[in-house]
DNA sequence: CCTATAGCCTGACGGC
DNA sequence: TGCCGTCAGGCTATAG
């Protein structure tokens, strides 16, 4: 589920849980979601130091610790967090946890091990190696920006909204939605779209991933506009009531309404 | 340099 | 019921 706007819910649930709170221990239990650092060297720096600030980049999330090096989180296809009160609460694939002083915990959740926890100096140093794009969702990102980003692009309309390094953190569901709001086909190449069908992108994804925030991330809670809702075969367009179908880009599903989203605007 | 494709992992689900 | 193939909201390394 992990993408801008679940991320987003997942630093707001660290904010009003887990800050300022001393970390005791610990414990990893699947150290394949561990990035660089090692079992031995996460305990060594996090033991006995206090969740300071909680920051989001994209599809990344950063704890600030008070001895200022940052914790950095991504979740992959299937990663989440819980916070609970007894170990005996912890879902079987927590595969790193938090113990606070105050005997609550952070778990960070895992099933299939795609996602990473890393130990970093510096956050944005961080997002700068990795070549992140601006975060959708920052102000910085006007649609004037956008629309230069988008002309300098190549490929699908698809394929630059899912780019990290161009934009951070639209993934494969998202990048859905905003398509179909903005009714365009996700094969469209984005070489030649006009100023208006620009404008309508950013606009749409804006919207849609505030949207998104709003409902908690939760796709039951989303407008039954919405393509989110009806994102599988045999299912209808909430818009003309169309076919919903599904196709394959890059090795990955989209779906789209043929009847609303053409290839040409 | 770039785009396109396997590979990483595990669990859920549908078809036989 | 049980097995097997396929698929799942992502990223990275590697091939061409």
Known sequence: MPELPDVEIFKRYVARTSLNKRVESVTVRN???LGKVSTKALGATVKGRRFRAVRRHGKYLFINLDNSKWLTMHFGMSGSLHYFKSVDEAPEFDRLIFTFSDGYHLGYYSVRLLGRVDLVDNATQFIMSKNLGEDALDPKLTSKTFEELLSSAKGTVKSFLMDQTVIGGIGNIYSDEILFQARLHPKRKV??????????????MRGVLMKAIECGADSDRLPRSYLIPHRQKGDHCPRCGGPITQIKIGGRSSYICTQCQGMHE
């Open 191 to 204: 070489s030649g779209l006009d100023r208006n069908t620009m404008d309508r992108i950013y606009g749409k």
């Open 31 to 33: 150290a394949k979601i």
